[in-house]
Nanobody, 126 residues
Framework: QIQLVESGGDSVQAGGSLRLSCSVF????????MGWFRQAPGLEREGVAG???????TYADSVKGRFTISRDNAKNTLYLRMNNLKPDDTATYYC????????????????????WGQGTQVTVSS
């Protein structure tokens, strides 16, 4: 059984930074994708970033150049470093893991992921 637990969400001002963490309980192949998603009130959940084998990464256009996804397999932890935060980044952030291989082009699609955390809230004020 896989369990994902996010932490690190907070309230910050625009331009600030945060680092989210996702602790993984159970085994997930490092060669399979893990990802970060977010959902703002009234909107659908959207993909933010994905990573496979610590090398292959993909980002939503809205966060490219500001967010960095990384993975520490020794610590069983997934990270999302978020810089230059904007009010539009306000959302609940979720980490997710796949049970099967995913093509990089599909790595930000919700239905490709099988395991989900409960989410951590990020609020960015202007």
């Amino acid at each position: 059984q896989i369990q994902l637990v996010e932490s690190g969400g907070d309230s910050v001002q625009a331009g600030g930074s945060l680092r989210l963490s996702c602790s993984v309980f159970g085994y997930i192949y490092s060669s399979y994708f893990m990802g970060w998603f977010r959902q703002a009130p009234g909107l659908e959940r959207e993909g933010v970033a994905g990573i496979r084998s610590d090398v292959v990464t993909t980002y939503a256009d809205s966060v490219k150049g500001r967010f960095t996804i990384s993975r520490d397999n020794a610590k069983n932890t997934l990270y999302l470093r978020m810089n230059n935060l904007k009010p539009d980044d306000t959302a609940t952030y979720y980490c997710a893991a796949s049970r099967f291989p995913i093509a990089a082009s599909q790595a930000l699609r919700i239905y490709e992921y099988d395991y989900w955390g409960q989410g951590t809230q990020v609020t960015v004020s202007s």
